[in-house]
């Protein structure tokens, strides 16, 4: 009972964090968007035109590049949460929650949940951009529960990465550099073009690093694709990524604090 | 609420801390009566704050028995945090908040009903005098307003207990005795408080017990006077322009020690103005002019010189 009313108070002060830092929410919140109209406008006169040949000529660039920008989102998210999770625990307040007699995990799960609520904003955000600018999933309600629930997965799995991240290294930097895989990882994977389309050995990274099946997954729920076993990979990257989360940022806040 | 038995607020019996191979707390006993104040004086690095962040349940010990609040502190860290309120020696605000939003979040921590919350949280600052810089952040905040704030922000939720890190360390004068009345006050209201400081005056002004901290054990402990005795009082250091001045004034003060190469006379005293007046006046009726005089009072250096045989500010380690 007090766990919930104490991660409630916490994620209102991360929610007053957000809003007191504006700057950089909102540039979080546009960023996803900028890079899917970026790849819109300046790279898919080119790559688009080789996709569309390479799927039957069904998909438009913009729609095999939403679910892509999608998974970015979330990547960004996490970023900007790892950072904020660093520089908090900086603040003099941690010690002090520690010695209350409040519910221990209350200050990361806020941080969890207020990321993830940022995070789906940005989401919403890229969705309703690329509706305008010519997306057109062929996702039924049933299908676009699983890209949700597939989304809220890996915002999940991520979320909980970058929290041990920022608890770790405990410079803002530091957490920045620590989730550059996750923000840059989509551009070696199938968020932009096929990996055949590739040269050979980037090609086979992409096609077996985490987000290929993630964002094959997703494509194939909004866009009618074939999914074949990815959907599997998918999820289970998703829970086994949120559970090393997990527990290794529990035993970072566990940890006796260092000075 | 539970009650002591035994009226006695904190018992640790054989603390033990170590960081790697430096013994930082090394086997420390330490009682403090309900409702008392006890300073735990030291200089920097002594482990005051080590001891306080165990005690208070933020870090772990590596040994000995802890009990606050009647409550095991290892059994039962919950039960201790709520009847304790820690002020640590670094400022623990969330500096992204106001004064008033960090009060608030300390209310709904605390679980408070929102109205009687607000209502206390007003109170408080009215009291510490942070009404005017409510809505302001801390990081704007004089030193003095800043540990008023973090003081405040512990009593939202009326902790039977306080511990209060170097409360004063880098205060004015005015901010420090300001924080002093305050701590008065808790005390007069039935709270108890464990206090560490660098300063004998502080320690001597406000504590029912002290105990001094060096090398990692309590070196000495007592109620002020106690621990005065121990100490070799004040003294006042005559100068003299030439040696018959200083022979001469030997023989006033007889339990006085000379110093013929720098022509200085110590004479001990406590440095009261009382003392000082006795000693001018012995000087007029020798009819001894004195070139330069300056009193000394017993500080901590002297408790610690004292207590054991090495200077207090020779540790200059990490001076924050
Ligand atoms: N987290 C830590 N890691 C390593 N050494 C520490 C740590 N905390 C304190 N120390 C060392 O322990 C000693 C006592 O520190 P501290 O308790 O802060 O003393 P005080 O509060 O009396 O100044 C110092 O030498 C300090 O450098
Ligand atoms: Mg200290």
Redesign the interface.
Same mark, same amino acid.
């Given at each position: 009972m007090?766990a919930i &009313?104490?991660s409630t108070?916490m994620l !209102? =002060?991360n929610f007053?964090?957000s809003v =007191?830092?504006a700057a950089m929410t909102l540039s979080g919140l546009l960023l996803p968007v900028l890079m899917m109209l970026m790849f819109v406008y300046i790279f898919g006169g080119a790559i688009g035109p080789a996709i569309s040949a390479g799927t039957g000529g069904g998909v438009s660039y913009i729609d095999y590049l939403t679910p892509g920008i999608l998974v970015m989102a979330v990547g960004a998210g996490s970023a900007s949460t790892a950072v904020s999770v660093a520089v908090d625990m900086k603040?003099?307040?941690i &010690? !002090?929650? !520690?010695?209350? &007699?409040?519910s221990r995990g209350s200050v990361i799960t806020g941080q969890v949940v207020g990321s993830t609520i940022r995070t789906l904003v940005s989401l919403a955000l890229v969705i309703g951009v690329a509706l305008l600018v010519g997306f057109r999933p062929a996702a039924g309600p049933v299908a676009w529960l699983g890209a949700i629930g597939l989304l809220a997965l890996l915002i999940l799995a991520f979320t909980w990465l970058a929290v041990a991240f920022g608890l770790v290294v405990r410079s803002a930097e530091g957490a920045n550099m620590a989730s550059m895989p996750m923000q840059f990882l989509p551009l070696v994977s199938s968020a932009f073009m096929a990996p055949d389309l590739m040269s050979s050995g980037i090609g086979w990274f992409a096609a077996y690093q985490p987000f290929t099946p993630i964002i094959d997954t997703l494509r194939g729920l909004l866009l009618g694709t074939p999914i074949g076993n990815s959907g599997y990979l998918a999820v289970g990257w998703c829970l086994g990524l949120t559970l090393l989360g997990f527990l290794w940022a529990r035993s970072a806040f566990n940890r006796?604090?260092r000075? | 609420m539970t009650t002591v038995p035994s009226g006695q607020a904190i018992g640790a019996r054989g603390l033990r801390k170590s960081y790697g191979d430096k013994k930082v707390l090394d086997g420390v006993d330490i009682t403090v009566a309900e409702g008392s104040i006890f300073s735990l004086l030291g200089p920097n690095g002594a482990g005051k704050t080590t001891a306080v962040q165990i005690l208070s349940t933020l870090i772990r010990a590596d040994a000995g028995e802890i009990r606050v609040a009647g409550h095991d502190l290892a059994r039962d860290p919950q039960a201790v945090r709520r009847a304790i309120g820690v002020t640590g020696q670094f400022s623990a605000v969330d500096s992204l908040l106001s004064g008033e939003e960090n009060m608030l979040l300390m209310s709904d921590l605390n679980h408070l009903p929102r109205r009687d919350g607000r209502r206390r949280v007003a109170a408080l600052l009215e009291r510490f005098e942070l009404a005017d810089a409510a809505k302001k952040s801390p990081v704007t905040y004089s030193g003095g307003m800043r540990r008023r704030l973090d003081l405040a922000m512990t009593l939202v939720g009326d902790p039977r207990i306080i511990f209060l890190d170097e409360p004063t360390t880098g205060l004015d004068p005015r901010s420090r005795r300001t924080m002093w009345e305050i701590i008065e006050e808790l005390v007069a209201a039935g709270t108890t408080i464990f206090l560490t400081t660098q300063y004998l005056e502080e320690a001597d002004r406000l504590a029912d017990r002290i105990a001094v901290l060096d090398g990692g054990r309590i070196v000495a402990e007592g109620s002020s006077d106690e621990l005065k005795r121990l100490i070799p009082g004040g003294h006042v250091r005559l100068t003299f322009a030439e040696l018959g001045g200083l022979d001469k004034a030997f023989t006033v003060f007889p339990g006085s020690s000379r110093d013929d190469e720098t022509l200085t006379l110590t004479v001990p005293g406590d440095g009261r103005v009382e003392t000082l007046r006795h000693v001018l006046a012995a000087l007029d009726a020798a009819a001894v002019t004195v070139d330069d005089l300056t009193v000394h009072r017993p500080d901590l250096d002297d408790v610690f010189f004292a207590l054991t045989g090495h200077s207090a500010t020779t540790d200059k380690e990490d001076s924050r």
């Open positions: 007090s &009313a104490d108070t !209102r =002060r007053t964090h =007191r830092y603040e003099g307040i &010690a !002090r929650f !520690r010695t209350m &007699a409040i006796d604090p000075r | -």
